[in-house]
C-alpha cells in the first residue's frame, strides 16, 4: 500500500478556507482577525499507530487554518511501539496525553476532550490523511449555523482513492449502524452539502455545546458503535449533523484492529444492542437485543456442533458467548441510562422515523456491520 500517495484536491470545491475568512474580515482594512477563527482542538487517539503517525501528522502540519487557531492532541493508549517517541522526535509541537494502558476509542477521547481548549473538538483516527482544507471545510459548515453540533465529510479509502468508506452514518430499522456509501464508487453522486443520521468517527468536527448538552462518549462501549451513539443522543436532542463534500479524508480503515476479528466481532454485535437499548423506541429496542441474543446462541451451538472438525468455529462460539453474557451483565445499567436519554429528548418519534433507512437485500448491505470499522 501506498502511504506516500499525494492528497489531491482536484476535485474539491472552492476552498472553504477562503469562505472562512470573508466572515471575518473587518471592513476598515479588509483583513482576517485570526483570533475571530473558533479555535480547534484535533484529537487522536493512538495505540500501537506508530507505522501511521507520520503520513497523519505530516498532512495536519499542511492545514491553511491558522496554526495558532488550532492544537493537535495524540491520546496514546499505551503503545508499545514507540509512538510517543517518535511523535515527541518529529512533531513537538502536539500535545502527547499518555493513558497508560489502551482505553479505547470513547474513552480516549474523552480523556482528549478533557485536555483539550477547543470550542470544537475534531476527532480524527491515526490511519488517516488530510488535505490542506480538511479543518477549514469543516469549520465553515459548523459556523452556518448554531444548531449544527456535528459536520461530517467525504471519507474514501487510503488503498483505493475511488471508493467510499463513508459520506455519514445512516441508522437502518434493525439498529444496525451503515456507512453511507460504503464501497461504492466515488462518482459525485454524494457532492452535496446535506444533513446526515450521524458521523464516521475516524473524521469529525464536534461543537463542544454539544458535548456539554448531550454528554461525552459512552466509555461503556470501550470502541465501535460509539461515534453512533454519539450522533443518536444529538438526534435525540434536536442536534443537527451535516455532511460537507468539500474536503475529503483518506483512510486505511481498521487499522488498528483487524476487520472481522473476534474482537472486533465482540464489540459490534455487543455495542449494536447496547446502544439500542439506550436510544430506540422500544420495539426497536427489543427487536434488536433479540436479534442479537437468538444470533450469539446460533453460533453458540454451531460451535459445539461442528468444532471438532472446524477449529475456527469453536472460536467463534467462545465470542459470541461472551457477546451474550456481556449484553445480559450489561442490559441493567443501560436500561437505567435509558430512561434519563427518552426523559430529557426533544425529537418526536415521527421526526425519528425519518432518519430510519431501509434495510436492503443486496450483498453489499446484508451486514452492515462491516462498515461499522471506523
Not at 484529537?43 to 492544537?71: D, H, M
Not at 479543518?135 to 479509502?157: E, H, N, Q, R, W
Request: charge should be positive; proline fraction near 3%.
Amino acid at each position: 500500500m501506498n502511504f506516500t500517495a499525494p492528497i489531491s484536491t482536484q476535485r474539491l470545491k472552492p476552498q472553504a478556507f477562503e469562505q472562512l475568512k470573508n466572515k471575518t474580515m473587518t471592513p476598515s482594512n479588509n483583513k482576517p482577525e485570526i483570533e475571530t477563527f473558533p479555535f480547534i482542538s484535533v484529537i487522536i487517539v493512538n495505540y500501537n499507530g506508530l507505522r501511521f503517525l507520520e503520513n497523519c501528522l505530516a498532512s495536519l502540519k499542511k492545514q491553511t487554518y491558522p496554526a495558532n487557531r488550532f492544537e493537535v492532541i495524540v491520546v496514546d493508549n499505551g503503545s508499545a511501539d514507540d509512538s510517543i517517541a517518535f511523535i515527541r522526535n518529529n512533531s513537538p509541537e502536539v500535545k502527547i496525553i499518555e493513558a497508560r494502558k489502551n482505553l479505547g476509542f470513547a474513552a480516549g477521547n474523552n480523556l482528549g476532550f478533557k485536555h483539550a481548549k477547543g470550542d470544537f473538538f475534531a476527532l480524527l483516527n491515526n490511519d488517516t490523511e488530510v488535505p490542506e482544507n480538511w479543518l477549514s471545510a469543516l469549520a465553515d459548515s459548523m459556523l452556518k449555523s448554531k444548531s449544527i453540533g456535528l459536520v461530517t465529510c467525504k471519507i474514501l479509502f487510503h488503498g483505493d482513492r475511488q471508493t467510499i468508506n463513508s459520506t455519514g452514518l445512516e441508522l437502518l430499522s434493525d439498529g444496525r449502524g451503515s456507512d453511507r456509501g460504503f464501497r461504492e464508487k466515488d462518482s459525485g453522486q454524494y457532492n452535496q452539502i446535506e444533513d446526515v443520521f450521524g458521523a464516521c468517527g475516524a473524521s469529525v468536527l464536534l461543537r463542544k455545546e454539544m458535548l456539554t448538552d448531550i454528554g461525552y462518549f459512552d466509555e461503556r462501549l470501550f470502541m465501535y458503535y460509539e461515534d453512533l451513539d454519539l450522533a443518536w443522543r444529538a438526534k435525540l436532542r434536536n442536534w443537527r449533523c451535516v455532511y460537507t463534500p468539500e474536503t475529503v479524508v483518506y483512510h486505511i480503515h481498521c487499522g488498528s484492529s483487524g476487520e472481522w476479528s473476534n474482537f472486533f466481532t465482540y464489540h459490534v454485535e455487543r455495542n449494536r444492542a447496547l446502544v439500542c437499548v439506550k436510544n430506540a423506541p422500544l420495539g426497536m429496542a427489543l427487536r434488536c437485543v433479540s436479534i442479537v441474543a437468538i444470533k450469539s446462541c446460533i453460533r453458540i451451538i454451531q460451535g459445539l456442533f461442528m468444532g471438532i472438525v472446524q477449529r475456527e468455529k469453536i472460536k467463534i462460539a467462545k465470542t459470541y458467548l461472551h457477546v451474550l453474557i456481556s449484553l445480559l451483565c450489561n442490559l441493567p445499567s443501560f436500561i437505567k441510562t435509558r430512561y434519563s436519554i427518552q426523559n430529557s429528548r426533544k425529537t418526536s418519534r415521527g421526526e425519528f422515523k425519518k432518519w430510519l433507512g431501509k434495510q436492503t437485500k443486496s450483498p453489499e448491505n446484508s451486514a452492515p456491520e462491516l462498515r461499522r470499522c471506523a
